[in-house]
């Protein structure tokens, strides 16, 4: 369906207009290292709720990338497998430097860790873990391939 391209509302997105993050997010620490930039732990200042923050580069280059991505995130975070959209931010910098784009996203990883199978209160081994993790991944990429 036409509609459901997230490439149509590309045009929709004007970086240079978001808002800087001082005073919404923080980085604490940084918890990882990717081909687009670093993710951060980082934390909504006015109620303390913890995220993960990537933050990258803004080039000419990759902007219909960053776009695109924007884009997927805020249609599809509702599912239980991707991470909730809080939100997409740019950081000034000085003049000859690239802006820094924040992507602000709930913490994913803290549902692998919660699962139902604790009420059982019984050691899981590391298959058990690799098969679930799976299958959850799964579930998610179905969101972006619905013939699996």
């Not at 929709?12 to 290292?33: M, T």
């Not at 996203?105 to 993790?133: F, M, N, Q, T, V």
């Given at each position: 369906?036409?509609?459901?391209?997230p490439?149509?509302?590309?045009?929709?997105?004007?970086?240079?207009?978001?808002?800087?993050?001082?005073?919404?997010?923080?980085?604490?620490?940084?918890?990882?290292?990717?081909?687009?930039?670093?993710?951060?732990?980082?934390?909504?200042?006015?109620?303390?709720?913890?995220?993960?923050?990537?933050?990258?580069?803004v080039?000419e280059?990759?902007?219909?990338?960053?776009?695109?991505?924007?884009?997927?995130?805020?249609?599809?975070?509702?599912?239980?497998?991707?991470?909730?959209?809080?939100?997409?931010?740019?950081?000034k910098?000085?003049?000859?430097?690239?802006?820094?784009?924040?992507?602000?996203?709930?913490?994913?990883?803290?549902?692998?860790?919660?699962?139902?199978?604790?009420?059982?209160?019984?050691?899981?081994?590391?298959?058990?873990?690799?098969?679930?993790?799976?299958?959850?991944?799964?579930?998610?990429?179905?969101?972006?391939?619905?013939?699996?």
């Amino acid at each position: 369906m036409a509609n459901d391209s997230p490439a149509k509302s590309l045009v929709d997105i004007d970086l240079s207009s978001l808002r800087d993050p001082a005073g919404i997010f923080e980085l604490v620490e940084v918890v990882g290292n990717g081909t687009y930039g670093q993710v951060y732990k980082g934390r909504h200042v006015k109620t303390g709720q913890l995220a993960a923050i990537k933050v990258m580069d803004v080039t000419e280059d990759e902007e219909e990338e960053i776009k695109l991505e924007i884009n997927m995130l805020k249609k599809y975070s509702h599912h239980r497998n991707i991470a909730t959209y809080y939100g997409a931010f740019i950081k000034k910098s000085p003049p000859g430097h690239d802006d820094q784009l924040w992507l602000c996203y709930g913490i994913l990883w803290c549902r692998l860790y919660h699962r139902p199978c604790e009420e059982h209160k019984r050691e899981h081994s590391k298959r058990d873990w690799i098969a679930y993790i799976s299958r959850e991944i799964l579930r998610g990429l179905h969101i972006f391939m619905p013939t699996m």
